[in-house]
């Protein structure tokens, strides 16, 4: 088996995607921003089970970052991530320096209101904007006929297909459903960022969720299951819930406070240290 | 002649031009709010001479009227607008209802900063943003190998061109020149608001650009010049002049005030009673 190929500009992805089509082939694409684990090759896996070829993107990109963030650290290793694709199945690796991305005089923004505008959006102003933006550019570049995104970045993945809808990009977005370590933390690249004994802590998120999700289901009342959740994750080692709510799973309106009469969607963001758990689950009514 | 076909739907559109697509046909697309004139067919027949076939869009698009502003009056009589289309060598109307084009949900919005922030980015709130939206989305939904949009809206034109090169459309953005009556005035569906009086004020805006670039093109001092250009429209019955700014013709910076050094272009609103009457020129250095 040869090296995966690399192509680096717009125009050389859509002479490689444009001999696929002249092939009558099917292409699927799977943005990553690198820093690869069983997450993002599940997605692959689950991209080369509907299409002929798959392309991943591998860009960390700057705009999605907000002062402070961790845009310089977040781990960067190509070749690594290069080698974990192909073995996934991957046929061709878009890495495209910053500059083919955001040319000279770059001055273009995309938003979406309404499903940006809670835990997410509300906690890095800007994030959305810089994901749509990139999300955009690179279904444009390539013009897929599916794209997977992970139901990790739930709210994301609501945004994406809010953008995919609105902009009648011709593309179908397709959920991955969440990875997890075996005592149940959902993989993440800034999992790495957790000690040993943060790590210990960060397992109790996903059972907190589950737990509380099941409550809910069985006619617990919202508002005062979301509130034993919190205190029952900060009883647990973490030194701060930022949300832990029940939302709409479409539009992610706030649910409750009575009981559940639909499906919805628990949405968690847990700190240890500096680093925030991003977890989330479906709740069926 | 059978009449021209006209499509409604996204759907239909790109059935349409997969067709084409098919058979290796160069498709270009020529956006119009309707109220078609000769300038509007200028862009049809520059757009037949770059391609196999001819998309015309017929859309009054609400998001970019502010409020108080003519989207409810705005003149449409879409049979009147075919048969034109048709005549200019137009292959196919793609005429959207509202709903086709904002469905339930609608929440997305591009904007484009710097040159959309003077001149009517500043004197129309949104409305480069509802340009920028439905042109990205139109040129989306057809995906053509071209599209031709008039000088006459220079700002709006290097808006496009800003961006269709940040998202990386796949098309070409052709300019195409301002199609004058025998006295100057640029064509606009909006003159058709002028009364007899105010028509026979209008051509002066002509005259007083071409002046006043050949003026500056000579070496006079640009600031100078601009208030003389404003002092003889408002002299030859204009009841107000927005603006009469030379700038650069690329990202409409500001030139001046001292002599020009390089190409132009000289762009001026003037008012007539409520209509406003825009006009711009190339000038040479």
Redesign the interface.
Known sequence: MGKLPIVRT?AAL?REIGVWRSERLRVAMTPTMGALHEGHLSLLRLAATRADRVVASLFVNPTQFGPGEDFQSYPRDESRDAALLQAAGCDLLYAPPVEEMY?D???????????TAPMEGAARPGHFSGV?TVV??LL??G?PDVAVFGEKDYQQLQVIR??T??????VEILPAPIVRDPDGLALSSRNAYLTPAQRAVAPALYRRLIEVARAVAGGAPIAAAETAGVEALLAAGFDAVEYFEFRDPA?LARLGPGSISGPARLLAVARLGRTRLLDNIAVAA
């Not at 005089?105 to 499903?115: K, P, R």
């Not at 809808?165 to 011709?170: E, G, R, T, V």
């Open positions: 717009r859509r040319g005089g770059f001055a273009t923004a995309i938003t979406v209101s309404g499903v749509a955009a550019k444009i570049q013009l809010r953008l809808a609105d902009l009648d990009l011709p539009d």
